[in-house]
T-cell receptor, first 112, second 112 residues
Framework: RKEVEQDPGPFNVPEGATVAFNCTYS??????FFWYRQDCRKEPKLLMS???SGNEDGRFTAQLNRASQYISLLIRDSKLSDSATYLC?????????????FGSGTRLQVQP | NAGVTQTPKFQVLKTGQSMTLQCAQD?????MYWYRQDPGMGLRLIYY???????DKGEVPNGYNVSRLNKREFSLRLESAAPSQTSVYFC???????????FGDGTRLSIL
């Protein structure tokens, strides 16, 4: 089982729609969580960190459910420019590896 | 502010050739990372350096070597390139795990 799992999509949504992505992680020792965005043939860029109480940044809302070991990202009022792959990222503390673990990504295509 | 700089951006090699991918960051970060990204596979960690003077294997280290030359620079070497190493390579840095990572814009490597 992968340490971080995401639905690969693609999610095809019309402009203005609300879309949600989920991500599950296997290791309960995980302590830090992020969502990254990656445009086609570009480097990943940090979208937002995910805090235990949930957090919002404009049209984007991130939630963490430690009991069920999943993270979600909600995008409201989708824009064409939101089309990208969204990577779920987890810091797993007990592997002895001081590095983040990336999911394979969920592709979003916003259509006019 | 350049952030993370990778060179070269593109490279074509023949099987058996060697080459070094260069990475430098100007953010005074302690930790640096090398990833490869293949279609549908997500980012996979090759090697990382948690601090100057240390290096550790990641998920897919075979066929690669690294050098943390100083705090700024972290190079990745392919001693005898194989077609299976055709990929996009990303370098990243962070002040310290579990902080989010900043990525370079990648090196596209093709091995014939």
């Amino acid at each position: 089982r992968k340490e971080v799992e995401q639905d690969p999509g693609p999610f095809n949504v019309p402009e203005g729609a609300t879309v949600a992505f989920n991500c599950t992680y296997s290791n309960s020792a995980s302590q830090s969580f992020f969502w990254y965005r990656q445009d086609c043939r570009k480097e990943p860029k940090l979208l937002m960190s995910v805090y235990s109480s949930g957090n919002e940044d404009g049209r984007f809302t991130a939630q963490l459910n430690r009991a069920s070991q999943y993270i979600s990202l909600l995008i409201r009022d989708s824009k064409l420019s939101d089309s990208a792959t969204y990577l779920c990222v987890v810091n797993i503390m007990d592997t002895g590896r001081r590095a983040l673990t990336f999911g394979s990504g969920t592709r979003l295509q916003v259509q006019p | 502010n350049a952030g993370v700089t990778q060179t070269p951006k593109f490279q074509v090699l023949k099987t058996g050739q060697s080459m070094t991918l260069q990475c430098a960051q100007d953010m005074n970060h302690n930790s640096m990372y090398w990833y490869r990204q293949d279609p549908g596979m997500g980012l996979r960690l090759i090697y990382y350096s948690a601090s100057e003077g240390t290096t550790d294997k990641g998920e897919v280290p075979n066929g690669y070597n690294v050098s943390r030359l100083n705090k700024r620079e972290f190079s990745l070497r392919l001693e005898s390139a194989a077609p299976s190493q055709t990929s996009v390579y990303f370098c990243a840095s962070t002040r310290d795990t579990p902080q989010p990572q900043h990525f370079g814009d990648g090196t596209r490597l093709s091995i014939l």
